[in-house]
C-alpha cells in the first residue's frame, strides 16, 4: 500500500539554525499538508499546498517557515531561524483532492527538538 | 471557528471490557469526521470516516462510531478491546469549506492484559 514517507525521522538543531523537513507524499496525490504536535498537545494543522502554491495557513504558519514542492515527489517545510518553541512532531499529509470526501494521510513524523 | 473536543484524556480498561470514548465538536455547517489511532511509535492512521449517509459508521479493527448531528457528537465505541488496542486516539473534524483537519487533544487508551 502506497504511504508517505518523511525524513529524518529526528533532527536535532541549535536555535536560530535553519531546518528543511522533507516529505514524499503519495505519488498519484495532489493536496499536501503540514501539520505539528507538539510534546504533550493535539495535533495542530500548518499549512495546505496545491498546484504549487499555499492554498490555505494557520496562525502559527508565520514568516519564519515555509514550503515548497522542488520536484515532483518532494514536499519540504523549511523553519528559517528555529526557536526552542518550535520543538514538536511535524506530520505531512496527503490526500487525492481537497475538501469533502478526500481522506488525508499521513507520514510518520520528524521530531524536531531545538536546544 | 471550528473546534473539537474529547472528554477523557486517560482510559484504562481491562481487556474484553467494551469502551466509547466521548467526542463533541462545535461547527454549524457540513462536516466530515474522522477518528485516527496512533500505535506506541507509529503514525497516525485513520480508523473510521464519516462523510455522509449512514451515521454509524464501521471502521477497522472492529471500531465504530456514530454520527449525532443533534449532540453534534461522534463517540467511538468498541464492544470488547484488545491489548493490542493500547494507542493514542484523536477525534478530528473538517468542513466542507476547507482542508485542514482540526484534532482533539486525544484519549491516550490503556489496555491491561
Known amino acids: 500500500e502506497p504511504e508517505v514517507t518523511q525524513t529524518p525521522s529526528h533532527q536535532v538543531t541549535q536555535m536560530g539554525q535553519e531546518v528543511i523537513l522533507r516529505c514524499v507524499p503519495i505519488s498519484n496525490h495532489l493536496y499536501f499538508y503540514w501539520y505539528r504536535q507538539i510534546l504533550g498537545q493535539k495535533v495542530e494543522f500548518l499549512v495546505s499546498?496545491?498546484?504549487?502554491?499555499?492554498?490555505?495557513k494557520s496562525e502559527i504558519f508565520d514568516d519564519q517557515f515555509s514550503v515548497e514542492r522542488p520536484d515532483g515527489s518532494n514536499f519540504t517545510l523549511k523553519i528559517r531561524s528555529t526557536k526552542l518553541e518550535d520543538s514538536a512532531m511535524y506530520f505531512c499529509?496527503?490526500?487525492?483532492?481537497?475538501?469533502?470526501?478526500?481522506?488525508?494521510?499521513f507520514g510518520p513524523g520528524t521530531r524536531l527538538t531545538v536546544t | 471557528a471550528q473546534s473539537v473536543s474529547q472528554h477523557n484524556h486517560h482510559v484504562i480498561l481491562s481487556e474484553a471490557a467494551s469502551l466509547e470514548l466521548g467526542c463533541n465538536y462545535s461547527y454549524g455547517g457540513t462536516v466530515n469526521l474522522f477518528w485516527y489511532v496512533q500505535y506506541p511509535g507509529q503514525h497516525l492512521q485513520l480508523l473510521l470516516k464519516?462523510?455522509?449517509?449512514?451515521?454509524l459508521v464501521k471502521g477497522i479493527k472492529g471500531f465504530e462510531a456514530e454520527f449525532i448531528k443533534s449532540k453534534f457528537s461522534f463517540n467511538l465505541r468498541k464492544p470488547s478491546v484488545q491489548w493490542s488496542d493500547t494507542a493514542e486516539y484523536f477525534c478530528a473534524v473538517n468542513s466542507d469549506r476547507d482542508d485542514k483537519i482540526i484534532f482533539g487533544k486525544g484519549t491516550r487508551l490503556h489496555i491491561l492484559p
Open positions: 499546498f496545491y498546484n504549487n502554491e499555499i492554498s490555505e
Open positions: 464519516y462523510f455522509s449517509g449512514d451515521p
Open positions: 499529509a496527503s490526500s487525492e483532492s481537497g475538501g469533502k470526501s478526500y481522506e488525508q494521510y
